[in-house]
DNA sequence: GGTGCCGGGGC
DNA sequence: GCCCCGGCACC
């Protein structure tokens, strides 16, 4: 997902936060895979049970109120109430912030203290909403318009503003988020495994909050106006920031990607350098259907022609098609660079064409698996080989075994012989579902990672390429095997200075 | 200083 | 893709 449409997508999902609208239009943050059904006069029901949080009683809310105002928001492409399985997009719209919330006033408010939570919404029917920790922030745009629309009448509309610790609370929740987004540990791709990056963001997380609060006897926080330097690196502008931060938490695996809009955001040169190469792609997400163009308008004709079954020359579009595609950001360098690699350019190259691993698991599990595992979806679902002796950028004997028929999610094994660097296959794929950080478009590792590890000890990180340098070899080299006499006997990459072939560790 | 080799450039 | 070389780190 990208910041940008985040962007786009943040007016609709903070408009009409005006008095006597929850906020629930079009707001419903929900996480991927999360389903919603919609019940008999459009009250969305999720899989989750209600909770209430931190124990704070639930809204009561007129349901035609709330239907109507589900509806409404859906201009950015959330709507619930279709009654089809929904296939949520990775990307979503800003939540209601807590804002809307403390607008209503005397209406008891959510707490959200944990990524999700689910309003229960009385008058005889239930309504959950998931609300992401993003709601929190100060996101207000007040539309008198937007007022009119979704007021209810069934619902006081309080205009006097909730004082004092809901404010702070907005200043907390952007302040974490803020302190997520900037931290290493989750711009930090070497993080890992997606539970790593949330248990170290939370810890994070909580050691910014002692740091940047100081709480009261009162139990209120308060903000400490020396400490707002707490982001100590120079933040983006905070909508960006929620995005980014929010689905660290929410989207373990979103946060690699989100990461690396970070990245752009920051202006790293070194992903600005590779931000050239990244193209962004749309997924149909309908399931057995694999679609991928290259523009969203193009994507939704199809969804909307093949999947919906609606004239796909009308432009006419409610947003439906949003749910049933993705986008994902294709690293056109390393598909190129996959590509020549799987090709059987060497003579001595054996085993069949590589065989891309399919869509279909992906299909399924969907965008949760859309940057899975870089390695375990980017390599051949066949073992292969590349073996030469002569090219140095073919190095060794490289095998990689993976498991087309294991869950994704299995962790491959690669297994690298001799002194060559790992070779990081990307498969089309595999380029396709890296998304951002994980595509440093590496090719090479140190020895010292490459055998007998993991996948994720394989992962390039963007450190490996400063400053770790190979450690050089203690076997002697055509140079000092043949001397300079007989240059013509070394082998082809000592001849080029390039890591000798003939003679490894 | 010699060596290994990475990164980059020319063709 | 082949070939070369500047430059850097290691020994």
């Known amino acids: 997902m990208t910041s940008k449409r985040l962007l786009d997508k943040k007016p609709a999902g903070v408009r009409g936060t005006g008095a006597g609208n929850f906020g629930y239009e079009g707001n419903y943050c929900t996480k991927h895979n999360e389903h919603f059904s919609a019940k008999p006069g459009g009250i969305i029901t999720g899989k989750k049970s209600p909770v209430k949080i931190n124990g704070f009683d639930t809204q009561i809310v007129d349901a035609c109120s709330l239907q109507e105002s589900c509806k409404e928001p859906c201009s950015n492409g959330n709507r619930l109430a279709s009654g089809r399985e929904k296939h949520y997009t990775k990307k979503k719209t800003i939540c209601a912030s807590e804002e809307d919330e403390r607008e209503v006033g005397p209406v008891d408010v959510l707490k959200c203290s944990s990524f999700t939570h689910h ?14 920790l993003r709601s929190m922030l100060p996101l207000r745009v007040t539309d008198v318009s937007a007022e009119k629309i979704y007021a209810s009448a069934h619902i006081p509309v309080p205009h006097i503003r909730k004082p004092s610790g809901h404010a702070d609370k907005e200043v907390m929740a952007a302040t974490v988020l803020t302190t997520l987004s900037t931290s290493p540990l989750v711009l930090n791709p070497s993080s890992g495994a997606s539970g790593g990056v949330l248990e170290t963001s939370s810890r994070g997380w909580k050691e910014s909050l002692s740091a940047s609060y100081s709480s009261s006897t009162s139990g209120n926080w308060s903000w400490d106006a020396s400490d707002q330097s707490v982001p100590s ?7 960006n920031d929620v ?5 660290a938490y929410s989207q373990g695996e979103d946060n690699i990607e989100e990461a690396e809009s970070t990245h752009f955001l920051f202006e790293d040169p070194i992903r600005r350098k ?3 190469s990244m193209k962004v792609m749309f997924k149909c997400l309908w399931k057995n259907c694999e679609k991928v163009l290259s523009t969203s308008s193009g994507i939704q004709r199809h969804i909307r022609t093949i999947h919906l079954g609606r004239n796909g020359d009308s432009d006419y579009s409610d947003g439906e098609e949003d749910f049933y595609y993705s986008e994902i950001a294709v690293n056109m360098d390393t598909l190129s660079e996959g590509l020549s690699n799987l090709t059987p350019t060497s003579p001595t190259t054996t085993g069949p064409p590589p065989i891309f691993p399919l869509v279909n698991d992906m299909s399924q599990s969907r965008s949760a698996t859309v940057i899975h595992s870089p390695l375990s979806q980017s390599a051949p679902s066949t073992l292969c080989h590349i073996r030469t002796d002569h090219a140095y950028q073919a190095t060794a004997p490289v095998s990689i075994p993976t498991v087309s028929s294991e869950p994704l ?10 002194q060559s660097p790992s070779i990081i296959f990307k498969s089309q794929l595999g380029a396709v579902n890296h998304v951002g950080i994980l595509s440093t478009g590496e090719k090479r590792q140190p020895v010292t990672h490459a055998v007998g590890k993991t996948q994720t000890t394989t992962i390039p990180t963007p450190k490996t390429s400063t400053g770790t340098r190979k450690p050089r070899g203690e076997a002697k080299k055509c140079r000092k095997v043949y001397g300079m006499e007989k240059k013509d006997l ?3 990459a000592c001849r080029w200075k ?8």
């Open 274 to 276: 590779r931000k050239n």
């Open 119 to 132: 309003l229960v919404l009385n008058e005889q029917k239930q309504v959950e909403t998931i609300i992401s």
């Open 243 to 247: 995005n980014k931060s929010f689905l």
């Open 498 to 505: 390039k890591a000798c072939q003939r003679f490894t560790d």
């Open 490 to 492: 070394w082998c082809t």
């Open 409 to 418: 999610h299995s962790h491959s094994t690669i297994s690298v012989s001799w």
């Open 233 to 239: 690196t120079p933040s983006p502008p905070l909508s």
